[in-house]
């Protein structure tokens, strides 16, 4: 028989580790979900304003470079108290919303010519094409000379831009139409509006929405562009002139607004989309 061995006593004086307990990856991933996620997405902007002002106060920052977030925030009150930011904000809004609805009728009925037709293909896609590779910030010239330098060049600017986006957005969702709903479609009886609106039209949306996107940050951008043509108003108009006093914190004040007035614009948009889109799941993230 084999000698059963004998239990090691424990050395005296010692107690046994203690153990963390492990948490498991999900449950962590749960706790950070259960702060609020306007929170988390606000610790970055504050995070960027905190070094700014400190930068600032140290003298890391001159203010003939870049103004503190204080001196920002005063001026930007001033330019509110006196009137002066809101009524350049209602006239650059002026002007993106005419651009945007000119734009977006032309590329919108040219992609849905284009996408719709063979015909419409080889007569409309090749000229847009071409057009699309030209800077449209380079017709700038062009249009003072055709429209003069009134408000005419700032919103045929922000049209431009903004049709070329929806063109190519609109045209690419209609051709992404799977064919076997197509199939589907005129095995049910659909004629050929029946197809375009039931099932042509909602499969391009995502696209069409995708392109509004796009749309809405070139007007934003091509605004700056437009308002540098002469401009008596706008934010634009503003930050000509601090530039020319070197007023760091106006122009900063403006460029908040823009991009302010942008996110917005998105905000909005990307809540239409989830109205219009609920038939469509997609993937938000873990």
């Given amino acids: 028989m084999s000698a059963t061995p004998e239990k090691t006593p424990a050395p005296v004086g010692r107690t046994a580790p203690d153990l963390e307990p492990i948490v498991p990856a999900s449950v962590r991933r749960a706790r950070l979900r259960s702060v609020p996620r306007w929170l988390r997405r606000t610790v970055g902007p504050l995070l960027l304003l905190a070094l700014w002002q400190v930068f600032s106060a140290t003298g890391v920052l001159h203010p003939d470079v870049l103004a503190s977030p204080g001196t920002i925030a005063r001026a930007g009150g001033d330019l509110i108290a006196d009137g002066t930011l809101p009524a350049a904000m209602g006239v650059s809004l002026q002007r993106v919303a005419v651009g945007l609805v000119l734009g977006g009728v032309v590329g919108t009925a040219l992609a849905l010519v284009s996408g719709l037709s063979r015909l419409g293909e080889d007569l409309v896609d090749a000229t847009v094409q071409m057009l699309r590779t030209v800077p449209w910030v380079g017709l700038i010239p062009l249009f003072i000379i055709w429209l003069g ?138």
């Fill in 149 to 286: 330098i009134g408000e005419a060049p700032k919103v045929a600017l922000i049209a431009l831009g903004v049709a070329f986006h929806l063109y190519l957005n609109v045209y690419a969702g209609i051709r992404g139409v799977d064919a076997q709903l197509i199939e589907a479609g005129e095995s049910l009886g659909l004629n050929r509006w029946g197809l375009i609106r039931h099932v042509v039209l909602p499969g391009a949306l995502p696209g069409a929405m995708t392109g509004l996107r796009y749309s809405l940050a070139t007007a934003w951008l091509a605004l700056v562009f437009g308002e540098s043509i002469n401009a008596d108003a706008g934010i634009g108009f503003l930050m000509n002139q601090a530039r020319e006093f070197f007023r760091t914190d106006v122009i900063v004040v403006c460029l908040v607004v823009y991009a302010f007035l942008g996110l917005t614009a998105d905000v909005i948009v990307r809540t239409l989309e989830r109205l219009l889109l609920q038939w469509r799941p997609t993937f938000t993230g873990q």
